[in-house]
C-alpha cells in the first residue's frame, strides 16, 4: 500500500498576512468572519504590521494609547486593512512616479568638451576622440572633440503601480540576525519558523523519529533572488559603478530557499530538492515530495516556495510582455480617470493583465502512520499532483492541452477516492487565474468541459490572485492556504475584485461568485497552475474529514483514539505559539553556526551510518533491485 502524503502543518506570508492558523485566509473573507474570529485576524494583524506592541498585559499603540482587543477595528482598522491586499506600490520597494533609470544621450560637441578628473578615474581603453593631459596630484584634463555618448541618473513615471506586498509595517529582516539576506530568504525563514511552531509538534522529536535520511527538503523560487543583496544587485554592480560583493551570487541561486531550510532552520542532512516550473513551482516541488513520501523514501517533507520579485526590473520585464496590468489599460476598463489600486487583479472579470506579488509559503507532510505516532494535526491530504506539458507551441507563454490532462487526472482520481457524490458536491478549485484576458477563457473551458463529462453543476472556482496577486513560485502555495481555509472556516471566497463576470468566460457548469459566502464542509479541493512554457500542475487535496476517515479505514479505531490522546499536548503547545503570533512574538528559527556535525564522529560499516545530533541510524544494507538482471 502506498504512503498518504499527510498535510500536519502550514506556514508562511504573503500580502494577506501570516498563513498559520488561517490569518491570511481570514483577511480576505474578514466581512464573513463570526466577531470573535475577525477580532483575532485584525489583532494578529495589528501585531504583524508592528501597530501595536504588548506590554504588562496592556496592549498600546505606536503613540502609547491602551486599547484592547475589542477595539482594535475601531482604533486602527482602517489603517490595517488599508495596508494589506494588493495596493499601490510603497515606497519603500521604489517610487512608482519617478523610477530610477539611466538615460543614454547620444551627442556631438561642436566645439572641444573638457573636464578635469582623477587619473585613475579614467576607462580602459581609452576612447579614440579622448586627449588626456596630466594635471598635478593624480589629476588629468580629457578633451573630447566630435561624437560621444552620455549616461545619466534619471527618473520614469512607471505605469505599473500596483503589487500584492507584504503587509505594511512587516519587516523579517527585523526578526532575525538576517545579514544582509535577500528578502526571499528572509521569508523563506519566517515561513519555515511559522510552519514549524504552528504545528505544535517539537521538531527535534520529529527528526529522531525517524532516519535522517527519511526528511526531505523541497523548496525553490522562480527568479531566484533579485533584490540587490541577491542577483539584483549583482547583475547591476558594476553598471552603477559598484563593487560585487562575496554573497550576491550564491545567496541570488533559485537553491537558495531549499539551502537556507536545511542550514537554518530544520538541520536536516536527508533528501534536498530544488526545483521550477514557473508559475507551477510550489506543485512541482510538491509532486516530489508527495511521491517520495508514497514509495517511503521520505517521512517527513517539507515543501516551500518563495519569490520576492517587486523590483522595477522584473515588473519591466513583464510589463513589456504586456502581462501586468498598467495604469493606462486599467482606467480604460473602468472609463475612469482614477485607478482603484485594490482591484487591480481581476480572475474571469473584464481584465488587462496579472499583479504581481511576494510571498514564501512552506507546508510540513508526513506519511499517514507517522503523522499518528506523532499526534500531529490532520489539515488534510495529498494523494497526488499531476504535472503535464503542451506539446509543440507557437508562443512559449501561450496556455496548451497539457492543463486538460493534470485537471482530469485529478478529478479521475479524487472521484476513485471519495466518490461521485463528493466530486459534484463537496469539491471546489483554487483557479490559476491570473487576471488575464486569454487565461480567463483558456482555464475556464478547462473546467466547465470537466464539469460536463463528470455532469458537475455549479462548480465553485476560488482565484485567490484577487487579492494577493501573482506570487509567481509560491502561487499554488497560496492557493493551498487557500484551501485549508475552506477547510477550516467553511466559507467560500468570492471574486469581490470583479463587478461581473466576462461575457467570454466559459461558467456554465460553474459557479464564479462575487462575494464570500458560507458553504457545507468540502471534501476535496483542487489546486491548479498554469505556467508559462507549459508548466501545468493540478493537485486534488483532500480534507481533514476525509483524511481522518481513511486513516481510521487503515488504521483502525484504536490508532485514532491513540492519535486523538497525543493531539492533545500538540494542540497545547499550538495554542503558545497562536497567542505569542497574535502578540507579534514569532520565535524565528536561524541556527546559525548551531549543531554543526563533526564529520569525524560519522561512524559506518557496511549494514548502517550513525550521524551525531540523530537517534535513528541509516541503513546502508539494500537488496540487489536489479537480481533478475545480475545472475
Not at 526545483?275 to 521520505?298: E, P
Not at 479524487?414 to 458536491?425: H, L, N
Not at 468566460?505 to 512554457?533: M, T, Y
Not at 479505514?553 to 490508532?559: K, L, P, V
Request: glycine residues 8%; aromatic residues 8%; contains cysteine.
Amino acid at each position: 500500500m502506498s504512503a498518504l502524503p499527510v498535510i500536519v502543518a502550514m506556514g508562511g506570508i504573503n500580502a494577506a498576512g501570516r498563513t498559520s492558523f488561517n490569518q491570511g485566509f481570514r483577511r480576505i473573507v474578514l466581512d464573513a468572519l463570526p466577531q470573535q474570529q475577525r477580532q483575532e485576524t485584525l489583532l494578529g494583524l495589528a501585531s504583524l504590521m508592528n501597530l501595536v506592541r504588548h506590554e504588562d498585559d496592556q496592549l498600546l499603540t505606536k503613540d502609547n494609547d491602551v486599547i484592547t482587543p475589542d477595539n482594535v477595528e475601531a482604533k486602527l482598522g482602517e489603517q490595517i486593512l488599508a495596508g494589506t491586499l494588493i495596493r499601490r506600490i510603497e515606497k519603500s520597494f521604489f517610487d512608482v512616479d519617478a523610477t530610477h533609470w539611466q538615460q543614454k544621450i547620444s551627442a556631438n560637441a561642436g566645439a572641444p568638451v573638457r573636464f578635469v578628473t582623477k587619473a585613475r578615474q579614467l576607462p580602459t581603453p581609452l576612447p579614440s576622440n579622448w586627449q588626456v593631459t596630466e594635471l598635478e596630484k593624480g589629476q588629468v584634463e580629457v578633451t573630447i572633440e566630435g561624437e560621444f555618448e552620455i549616461k545619466h541618473d534619471t527618473y520614469r513615471d512607471n505605469p505599473i503601480k500596483a503589487a500584492g506586498q507584504f503587509p505594511t509595517g512587516f519587516d523579517p529582516a527585523a526578526l532575525y540576525n538576517s545579514r544582509y539576506q535577500p528578502r526571499g530568504l528572509q521569508a523563506t525563514i519566517f515561513a519555515a519558523s511559522d510552519a514549524i511552531h504552528s504545528s505544535g509538534l517539537d521538531w527535534q522529536k520529529v527528526m529522531n523519529s525517524v532516519a535522517p535520511d527519511q526528511i526531505g527538503t523541497y523548496s525553490a523560487s522562480v527568479a531566484g533572488q533579485v533584490n540587490a543583496e541577491g542577483l539584483g544587485g549583482l547583475f547591476k554592480a558594476r553598471l552603477l559603478g559598484e563593487r560585487v560583493s562575496t554573497k550576491q551570487l550564491a545567496l541570488g541561486l533559485n537553491t537558495m530557499s531549499t539551502d537556507f531550510i536545511n542550514a537554518y532552520v530544520t538541520g536536516n542532512v536527508g533528501t534536498t530538492f530544488t526545483t521550477s516550473g514557473a508559475c507551477a513551482t510550489f506543485l512541482y516541488n510538491l509532486r516530489a515530495a508527495v511521491q517520495d513520501i508514497k514509495a517511503g523514501r521520505t517521512r517527513v517533507a517539507i515543501v516551500a516556495s518563495s519569490e520576492c520579485a517587486i523590483e522595477p526590473e522584473i515588473l519591466e520585464g513583464f510589463g513589456n510582455m504586456s502581462a501586468l496590468a498598467n495604469e493606462d489599460n486599467l482606467k480604460k476598463l473602468d472609463n475612469s480617470d482614477t485607478v482603484d489600486y485594490r482591484r487591480t487583479s481581476r480572475p474571469f472579470g473584464e481584465n488587462c493583465g496579472f499583479t504581481i506579488g511576494e510571498g514564501a509559503q512552506l507546508t510540513i507532510l508526513m506519511d499517514d502512520a507517522l503523522a499518528l505516532e506523532l499526534g500531529a494535526d490532520i489539515l488534510g491530504s495529498v494523494p497526488d499532483v499531476f504535472v503535464n506539458a503542451d506539446g509543440y507551441k507557437k508562443s512559449i507563454t501561450a496556455p496548451g492541452p497539457g492543463n486538460y490532462i493534470t485537471m482530469a487526472k485529478s478529478v479521475a482520481l479524487a472521484q476513485a477516492i471519495v466518490g461521485d457524490e463528493s466530486i459534484k458536491q463537496r469539491s471546489f478549485i483554487l483557479a490559476h487565474g491570473s487576471s488575464t484576458p486569454q487565461n480567463r477563457v483558456t482555464e475556464s473551458a478547462i473546467y466547465d468541459r470537466i464539469a460536463s463529462a463528470y455532469d458537475i453543476n455549479d462548480w465553485p472556482v476560488v482565484a485567490p490572485k484577487a487579492f494577493v496577486g501573482h506570487t509567481i513560485a509560491p502561487a499554488s502555495g497560496d492557493q493551498l492556504a487557500f484551501a485549508l481555509g475552506v477547510f477550516s472556516d467553511n466559507i467560500m471566497p468570492g471574486v469581490t475584485t470583479i463587478d461581473k463576470v466576462a461575457d467570454d468566460v466559459f461558467a456554465e457548469r460553474l459557479n464564479i461568485a462575487l462575494e464570500h459566502a458560507s458553504c457545507e464542509p468540502q471534501d476535496v479541493a483542487f489546486i491548479n497552475s498554469k505556467g508559462f512554457g507549459g508548466n501545468n500542475a493540478t493537485a486534488p487535496v483532500l480534507s481533514p474529514a476525509v483524511t481522518k476517515h481513511m486513516l481510521t479505514t487503515r488504521h483502525g479505531d484504536d490508532a485514532i483514539a491513540q492519535h486523538a490522546e497525543r493531539n492533545k499536548g500538540v494542540k497545547q503547545q499550538q495554542q503558545v505559539y497562536f497567542e505569542r503570533a497574535q502578540k507579534g512574538q514569532f520565535d524565528l528559527i536561524y541556527r546559525f553556526g548551531e549543531g554543526l556535525i563533526d564529520e569525524n564522529e560519522i561512524a559506518f560499516d557496511t549494514m548502517q551510518m550513525t550521524i551525531p545530533g540523530f537517534d535513528k541510524p541509516i541503513k546502508l544494507s539494500v537488496d540487489n533491485p536489479y537480481a533478475d538482471m545480475s545472475k
